[in-house]
């Protein structure tokens, strides 16, 4: 029997049940693949909340969804395929569609998987931008006592500032601080007040765990650190907070991290780092983890300082045109130093200084 022709259609987002299906679909890549294949933005857009996307999809006869793909702010790109519908050509089909209305789409490979270097491969991408996944072992007691897990750097916090929970009265506090921190980064910079209160609603989200370095004098925030429990499948459907979700966490994720440019080269970050740490090793956590941009050289060597490695790495792929002009990731292509829109999950670092 001939194969029907794949049919990409641009569904609203409110159309009822796509968020629901996309988020099976995602659901069952994430558990074929071990990466999640979406991260928070187009998790949070599809949802109705955030920012606003453009939906691209691919039915079975049947009604099931065979494929998914978002085009997000900053023509920031994500596809997904379910496991079942692969090899058929609706990868392909969705990054055209997607491409067609945005030549300037660039798509995240969470992982890099084979399947995604193939595609990208086949459709002449080339690699724009690198995110490392970084990790290290947490632990308490004969764990830490036989060297198997470097110990955890101590919390010293610099003079003029004090290391405490999030309090709501520093919502803009935060939200400003972010924003200077991340002032020429494409996506983590944009965030506003409403992008912050989704997160500290989302079921994941832990005020003891959100960090918050504050001026000693006035109390505003100077910088700060999200930190975001997951449980041992890495899934995000099974992220654990307070706000109402239940397994049991297992991996603790350095969420973002921002210092003020003002305060930048105090210590404030390597602070705000070591009491993340003892917090989500006080969680019992088993691993903590973060992402940085792979040529975010300065970071990274702050990472790895405190035992941290990379476990893998997340590619943003564009179309191989001629590469004048390009900017990265959003794309600028200067080599400032704040980190990403995200890995699976999130994930940002910055305190707005140049880097390398
Ligand atoms: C990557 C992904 C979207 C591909 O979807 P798909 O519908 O199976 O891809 P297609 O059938 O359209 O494949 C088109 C071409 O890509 C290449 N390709 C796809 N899967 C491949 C694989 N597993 N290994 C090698 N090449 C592959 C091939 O050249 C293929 O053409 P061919 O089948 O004629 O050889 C899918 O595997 C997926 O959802 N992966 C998880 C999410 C992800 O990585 N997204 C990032 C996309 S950049």
């Known amino acids: 029997m001939p194969t ?62 065979a494929g998914y793909g978002q085009l997000g702010p900053g023509a920031s790109a994500q596809v997904v395929v379910a496991p079942e519908s692969r090899r058929r050509g609706v990868g392909l089909a969705l990054v055209q569609a997607i491409w067609e209305a945005e030549p300037a789409a660039e798509f995240w490979a969470f992982g890099n998987l084979p399947a995604a270097q193939g595609l990208a491969r086949r459709l002449g991408a080339r690699p724009v931008r690198e995110l490392l996944c970084l990790e290290r ?24 500032a004090v290391l405490r929970a999030f309090q709501p009265a520093d919502l803009d506090g935060l939200v ?59 899934s995000d459907a099974s992220t654990v907070g307070s706000n109402g979700a239940t397994a049991a966490p297992a991996r603790g994720e350095v969420y973002v991290v921002a210092v003020d440019p003002a305060w930048a080269g105090q210590g404030v970050g390597r602070a705000l780092l070591a009491a993340g740490l003892a917090y989500l090793a006080g969680r019992g956590l088993r691993e903590a983890f973060l992402y940085v941009e792979g040529d975010q050289a300065r970071a990274q060597r702050l990472y790895r300082g405190f035992g941290f490695s990379a476990v893998r790495s997340d590619i943003r792929y564009a179309a191989g045109k001629p590469a004048e002009g390009r900017r990265r990731g959003d794309g600028g292509g200067s080599s400032h130093g704040t980190a990403a829109d995200t890995g699976a999950s999130g994930g940002a670092v910055g305190d707005g200084r140049e880097e390398r």
């Open 4 to 65: 029907p022709p794949i049919r990409v259609e641009w569904p609203d987002a409110a159309l009822d049940g796509l968020a629901a299906a996309v988020e099976r679909l995602a659901d069952q890549a994430t558990a074929a693949d071990k990466a999640a294949p979406l991260n928070d933005e187009a998790l949070f857009a599809l949802a109705g909340h955030g920012q606003p996307a453009a939906h691209v999809a691919v039915w079975e006869a049947a009604g099931t969804l």
């Open 137 to 160: 072992a947490l632990g308490t007691g004969p764990a830490l006592a036989t060297g198997a897990i470097p110990p955890l750097p101590a919390a010293e916090t610099p003079p003029g």
């Open 176 to 234: 400003a601080v972010n924003a200077r921190a991340f002032a020429r980064h494409p996506e983590q910079g944009r965030w506003t007040r409403a992008d912050v209160e989704v997160r500290l609603a989302a079921d994941w989200f832990d005020p003891a765990g959100l960090l918050v370095a504050a001026d000693e004098q006035t109390g505003s925030p100077v910088g700060f650190l999200w930190t975001k429990l997951h449980a041992a499948d890495g």
